[in-house]
């Protein structure tokens, strides 16, 4: 209740008492100096009627007080019930609408809250059923070569290629927890952007330096279109992250002596950042799955990797108020677009 609201009520209760006090004096006055028994018994039977309409007025207002509790109660079991029709004008100027608005305002957000709180918890049972089975298989085969090597002779070179196998799946497994740990911070919101006007050449420098030896291996060629001093309001640690990815995905995709094509194209209220490949492309039916977490495509199945990448990248660009598109064709390369507010 604003205060307003309690010195009104305070100087209509004040006015009440002096107008109360005012009328018995009065009635004293007039029976002190009236000596005529009509005239008593007139102001008797005033006094009398009056007392008679403030207890009539008290039943009056403790009925309505009543009546006015019991619908309110009413409406409140309907909601728990979780009956949302109720039969009240929202719109009427009187108190119980006023009410009733108000409890339809608190019930919509114990719902809301309700439904987030569901569909939190469905999504902490999808994540955990996704890394249930993501470390599942390089588990079962460490585990496989551990028993192979604790109970068989196996030759040197055999062995060797046991142990080197078995570090493979311990990498993966790493790799593994490492972009979990990237997607707790990234969901939770707990990892702090620094913005601030940073040279994006050097952004997608620390990206490729992370796919350089990947890209060689392939002898896939990388050329970079940036002019030196393009500045762009960014975290450069974390866009070097979302960059990393994409030009990850293109060289995981893109077959032998293929080529990656990074363009920097300043624009008037963005900076796109094109990341071209001459891979495998990807179908138009998948253009929106490819950012879900843990995602993998059928025909990419047998590929390295846990579908983290790009859902990754597309979380730390938008956090930037930027956005990521792709364009691609099956079998005529990907161009994944990076926007970043200017």
């Not at 060797?160 to 990237?182: R, Y």
């Not at 762009?232 to 990656?260: C, Q, R």
Request: charged share 25%; hydrophobic share 40%; glycine share 6%.
């Amino acid at each position: 209740m604003g205060k307003k609201k309690i010195r009104e009520r305070a100087v209509v209760f004040s006015l009440l008492c002096v107008m109360l006090v005012l009328m018995a004096g009065i009635i004293f006055v007039l029976w002190e100096n009236v000596l005529r028994m009509e005239i008593r018994l007139l102001l008797l039977c005033l006094t009398g009627g009056m007392l008679a309409v403030a207890v009539l007025w008290m039943v009056y207002v403790k009925r309505e007080v009543g009546d006015f509790a019991d619908r309110v109660c009413e409406t409140l079991d309907s909601l728990i019930a979780g009956k949302e029709e109720l039969n009240f004008r929202p719109y009427e100027e009187s108190p119980e609408a006023r009410v009733n608005g108000k409890l339809m305002q608190l019930y919509d957000i114990l719902q809301e809250g309700r439904r987030k709180s569901q569909q939190d918890r469905q999504d902490f049972q999808e994540i955990i059923s996704d890394i249930s089975h993501q470390v599942k298989t390089p588990i079962a085969n460490i585990k496989m070569f551990h028993e192979i090597l604790s109970g068989h002779q196996l030759l040197p070179d055999k062995k060797s290629e046991f142990i080197e196998l078995m570090g493979m799946q311990i990498s993966k497994i790493d790799f593994l927890m490492q972009s979990l740990v990237k997607m707790s911070r990234l969901e939770a919101g707990t990892f702090a952007l620094h913005m601030k006007d940073a040279n994006l050449y050097d952004t997608i420098a620390q990206a490729l330096s992370s796919v350089w030896a990947k890209a060689e291996h392939k002898n896939i060629t990388i050329d970079v279109e940036c002019d030196s001093d393009v500045m762009v309001k960014h975290d450069s640690k974390w866009t070097a992250e979302a960059f990393m990815n994409l030009l990850d995905n293109a060289v995981k995709y893109t077959p032998t002596n293929g080529n990656i094509t990074v363009q920097v194209k300043p624009w008037q209220f963005y900076t796109r950042i094109d990341i071209i490949d001459s891979g495998i492309g990807i179908s138009k039916d998948h253009y929106h799955n490819v950012f879900k977490r843990f995602y993998r495509a059928p025909e990419v199945a047998a590929e390295e990797g846990v579908g983290l990448g790009l859902y990754l990248a597309r979380g730390i660009i938008t956090r930037q108020k930027g956005y990521i598109s792709v364009k691609s064709e099956t079998g005529g390369g990907t161009t994944f677009s990076v926007y970043l507010p200017s």
